[in-house]
């Protein structure tokens, strides 16, 4: 973390490098279309500039603000809101974005309402949000065909279906595609009930995250059916992601100064200007390297190092986040350095926060 | 939570009441100067300006950004940044905003580089930060007169001690007296130690927070010496707070819309707007009345009733946040209304963010 003096802490800090790094390999095992990169994890578009260069074209987004900013920002061809909205003006604005600037857009759907909505609102474009097994959104599988005939009949083109299988991102490697593949069962299983209603337009089948992308065995007769992956925290890691064996690095560290230390005979400390304000919190403290991360507070993480060394007031020091979304949802600007030890060369707003 | 048809949401809601109920309750034991409202919690000057109207003139800020911007808006009369920072370039803006706008800014330092930076920054008024149990910032009790020395003889006001004792915030109510009592005699120890270098301008001893501000007995002979407490979560309070037994309700929520619901042979359970990007989760999952919170993604939460009923799509369901602080932190603006079930009347930036 060398050559960051003039860098305001705390300060989320992106290594370009790493970042081409994890997007190439991304892109090598799920080129282009079969791989619709999700924006929450960064909210980014200068992120998602660099991943329409290593070819992908279509997004996946979280929040309508997500979709509109990319679509402001002529960022990506084809806007997918994996996520349930009944918000009338937002809807609105959604279906303004896609006609004032051509770039497509399509909102998951999993009831009467939302299709209703949608349609009202003057959107053109819907996926079937399937439930797979995570209890969040989705409809029924049973229910997607019934869903889809009433998209149609609003005149809603179907694209197909999606659904996110969540609860399948941390299980065991050796478990994992058993799993995911009686998930994605259920998915196949709704496109088919509804393809024979939905036409040509309908192709499309939409899951996965990072913790599964390389679940989706192309040869599986199941598996090889789900034609393209919702994956974002790939592009930057966590700790919680950085457990598992991908290949993928942490390109992104929430950057901070050491701003006390102390020597005591109940033990020796550092304290850095990185917090519960500066950092997603659901998936446990912050990670430091060879150091022990004692607890964070709203504007402070308490540490030791673990050969026994105190860190020097002023010192930089990386931390890793535990959950980079809610991290990145924390910050109104991403540091770019091109490697690791060098000077930032550009600051790339957080431009896709709130909703 | 009625009244709220044209609300976007996730969105924080603040019931004036019930904040200037609060208000009323904290001023009616700690007036005046004996509160030092801490910012932190709300990052507002919206609330801020309450705080002033009940009678309190001095604060604390934990952020150069939360001091700077309660002086630029003309917030109080004397701003302390209970927190180290050895950034010169916030260091100076603070020192830049005292002088222009004539709000009396004062600093903590607990080593001698923070001392340093704060005199060549041009700042003028520190504390004596103490370390009082809680392993974060807060030089050793034994240090605070070499350092109050060195503080004089660069220049600056020494105008008494600070400690915070966050350990003490949710021990059990029957032992808390004790405990803060032993804690808060190194502080005043602390204080006596440098009394008779510091001279007249050396005055204050301040600690305490939200969970404690009730522990500062006025007739003891220790406790009673502490002449300002730094509390901040009372003005809205959180789910972690209101499981103790102290006079404040819960004054904010994060409001959400159901945008999904699921009957099935597993169970039933509704998905609303609300999720990691609009809480803070340090303190666990948030509170929902007569539910429960079966799990929050970043942009979900999941819960069932506990009667088995389910909501509708569309309603508005009031999340309580198990962390005041971080949750705001999230957001950019408070919406407020007079009483719950009206309509919103104000929003107030959330103006304090970032640092």
Chains 1, 2 share one sequence.
């Not at 050796?174 to 998930?183: G, L």
């Not at 790339?348 to 909703?355: A, G, K, M, S, Y």
């Amino acid at each position: 973390m060398a050559r960051l003096p003039d860098l305001p802490t705390p300060a989320l800090v992106l290594s370009l490098e790493v970042l081409e790094r994890n997007l190439a390999t991304m892109a090598t095992t799920r080129p282009g279309a079969t791989l619709r990169p999700h924006v929450k994890a960064h909210k980014c578009t200068g992120i998602a500039r660099r991943q329409v260069e290593v070819g992908h074209r279509s997004f996946t987004c979280a929040t309508p603000r997500e979709v509109v900013g990319m679509a402001r920002a002529g960022v990506g061809k084809d806007l997918l809101l994996a996520n349930e909205s009944v918000d009338p003006h937002r809807l609105a604005a959604m279906a303004a974005a896609e006609r004032e600037t051509g770039i497509m857009v399509t909102v998951a759907v999993d009831s009467t309402m939302t299709v209703d909505l949608a349609a009202a609102a003057g959107l053109r474009h819907v996926l079937i949000d399937v439930n797979v097994g995570l209890p969040r959104c989705g409809c029924a599988p049973e229910d997607a065909r019934s869903l889809a005939q009433r998209a149609l009949a609003a005149g809603l083109t179907v694209r197909g279906v999606m659904g996110y299988e969540g609860h399948l991102m941390t299980v065991p490697e050796d478990d994992k595609p058993r799993k995911v593949k009686a998930s994605m069962s259920s998915l196949v299983e709704a496109f088919d009930s509804l393809i024979d209603v939905a036409g040509e337009e309908c192709r499309i089948i939409s899951a996965g995250g990072t913790g599964t992308y390389h679940a989706f065995d192309p040869d599986d007769p199941v598996l090889g059916r789900v034609n393209e992956v919702q994956a974002g925290s790939y592009a930057l890691m966590d700790s919680s992601y950085g457990a598992q064996p991908l290949p993928f690095e942490q390109a992104l560290y929430v950057v901070g100064t050491v701003i006390s230390t102390a020597s005591r005979d109940s033990g020796s400390w550092a304290v850095i200007d990185v917090g519960l304000k500066s950092l997603g919190m659901d998936h446990g403290n912050p990670h430091i390297d060879d150091a022990v991360v004692w607890f964070c507070s709203d504007e402070h993480t308490t540490f030791s190092m673990n050969d026994g060394s105190l860190p020097s007031i002023g010192d930089r020091v990386a931390v890793q986040p535990a959950h980079i979304d809610p991290t990145i949802a924390l910050h109104a600007d991403i540091h770019v350095v091109p490697r690791w030890g060098e000077a930032v060369t550009e600051v790339w707003p957080v431009d896709l926060r709130h909703w």
